[in-house]
């Protein structure tokens, strides 16, 4: 069993998916900040791919997908990276990409490199399942689940043909519009995920604008799991030099939040 469905098959709580983008602050930080993520309590960690056009990210995700390109940050790199870690940690790790800097790769090869380096799951943000088949076919082969996100404005057939189509977990996405830091959840929102989930019998993670440790505890009995972003790639910001400890702080407590 991959260890995602293993980590959801076990949860006795929603599980805590929190994500940092590959190689910002640099790729050594960041192999210190899955640490800091894991001893915080990520249940599962999900690892940006630096882009330069991250069309569904807003400006704090935005700035880190800069700062690693800078540095350095690759696809291949970040495979690598994982491939690493896998000797150190065995929490769950799901990349986040676009679907661009897998197309360059060679979708073959990389989900062929990303088995070896023990990536567990995939996320192509700007991949909708209709033209995704071919990378699902080679993820099933290799046994790396393949998340497809779920839009808020998705109607119940659609929400069947995600689920049917995704495995691991169904990323509901909570608002129209990118990623960022929100004060309060959408009006109704409790109410669609009730909704969808007549329609979708797949473990569901809720993220965008999910950013403190009150937003869980409203969706604590809804969902499956919760992905918060870029409350924490605004903390490596802010702290470039070190940001490991005050990641893993903010972590617990929405680790905390996360216990019913």
Same mark, same amino acid.
């Given at each position: 069993m991959n260890r995602i469905e293993e980590a959801f098959r076990n949860k006795k709580r929603p599980l805590l998916i929190p994500y940092i983008t590959g190689g910002d602050p640099s790729l050594d930080k960041t192999e210190g900040l899955i640490f800091a993520l894991e001893e915080g309590g990520? @249940?599962?960690?999900?690892? #940006? !791919?630096?882009?330069? @056009?991250p069309i569904a990210d807003g400006p704090i995700i935005q700035e880190a997908c800069n700062r690693a390109l800078k540095k350095g940050a690759s696809l291949k790199k970040i495979i690598e990276l994982v491939g690493r870690?896998? =000797?150190?940690?065995?929490?769950?790790? &799901?990349? *986040?990409?676009?679907?661009n800097p897998i197309y360059k790769y060679g979708i073959s090869s990389f989900i062929e490199d990303a088995e070896k380096n023990g990536v567990d799951g995939l996320i192509v943000a700007d991949l909708p399942p209709e033209e995704g088949?071919?990378?699902?076919?080679?993820? $099933?082969?290799k046994g790396i689940c393949l998340i497809f996100l779920l839009a808020p404005t998705s109607p119940p057939s659609r929400i069947k043909l995600i689920s049917n189509k995704s495995s691991g977990f169904v990323y509901y996405v909570s608002l129209l519009g990118i990623t960022g830091i929100r004060e309060?959840?959408?009006?109704?929102? +409790?109410d669609d995920l &009730?909704?969808?989930?007549?329609?979708?019998?797949?473990?569901?993670?809720? #993220?965008? #604008?999910?950013? /403190?440790?009150?937003?869980? =505890?409203? $969706? *604590? %009995? !809804? $969902?499956? #799991?919760? +992905?918060?972003?870029?409350?924490? &790639?605004?903390? +490596?910001? /802010? %702290?470039?030099? %070190?940001?490991?400890?005050? $990641?893993?702080?903010? &972590? %617990?407590?929405?680790? =905390?939040?996360? /216990?019913?």
């Open positions: 990520a @249940d599962i960690i999900e690892l #940006g !791919i630096p882009f330069s @056009d870690m896998r =000797k150190k940690t065995k929490v769950p790790i &799901v990349l *986040l990409s676009y679907y088949e071919e990378l699902r076919k080679l993820c $099933v082969k309060k959840l959408r009006d109704r929102l +409790i &009730v909704m969808v989930r007549k329609f979708c019998p797949k473990p569901i993670a809720l #993220g965008f #604008g999910i950013s /403190k440790p009150e937003h869980v =505890k409203e $969706v *604590l %009995n !809804i $969902v499956d #799991g919760v +992905i918060i972003g870029s409350a924490i &790639v605004d903390i +490596i910001a /802010k %702290n470039q030099e %070190n940001p490991e400890e005050k $990641v893993k702080l903010f &972590v %617990n407590e929405i680790k =905390k939040a996360c /216990k019913k």
